[in-house]
Nanobody, 125 residues
Framework: QVQLVESGGGSVQAGGSLRLSCAAS????????MGWFRQAPGKEREGVAA????????YYADSVKGRFTISQDNARNTLYLQMNSLKPEDTAMYYC??????????????????WGQGTQVTVSS
């Protein structure tokens, strides 16, 4: 089992920045991919960013490329999402996820079997 705990959400104005953190514990050496997903009210959950924990390759949704950066601190078993130039459309509940992932589709939720409880990000215009 793997436990994931997110932190760092909050409310910011458009153009601002936030950094999300996800602390992983438990059977972490079984994880190949970690990712950030988000879900806004009335919308489907979407993959935002993912990282291959073995080599560090990163993947981003087109909507966040150039603004968000995913990174990992292996010593602390912690995943980060640095979010810059935030827009109102980034408002959502953000979830950390971990699992075997998918080499072909790293931003698909199906590849992740461990999920955090979520942290809310609200961006006002």
């Amino acid at each position: 089992q793997v436990q994931l705990v997110e932190s760092g959400g909050g409310s910011v104005q458009a153009g601002g920045s936030l950094r999300l953190s996800c602390a992983a514990s438990g059977y972490t050496y079984s994880i190949r991919y970690m990712g950030w997903f988000r879900q806004a009210p009335g919308k489907e959950r979407e993959g935002v960013a993912a990282i291959y924990t073995g080599g560090g390759s990163t993947y981003y949704a087109d909507s966040v490329k150039g603004r968000f950066t995913i990174s990992q601190d292996n010593a602390r078993n912690t995943l980060y999402l640095q979010m810059n130039s935030l827009k109102p459309e980034d408002t959502a509940m953000y979830y950390c996820a971990a699992g075997p992932g998918s080499t072909l589709f790293p931003l698909r939720a199906l590849g992740y079997n461990y999920w955090g409880q979520g942290t809310q990000v609200t961006v006002s215009s």
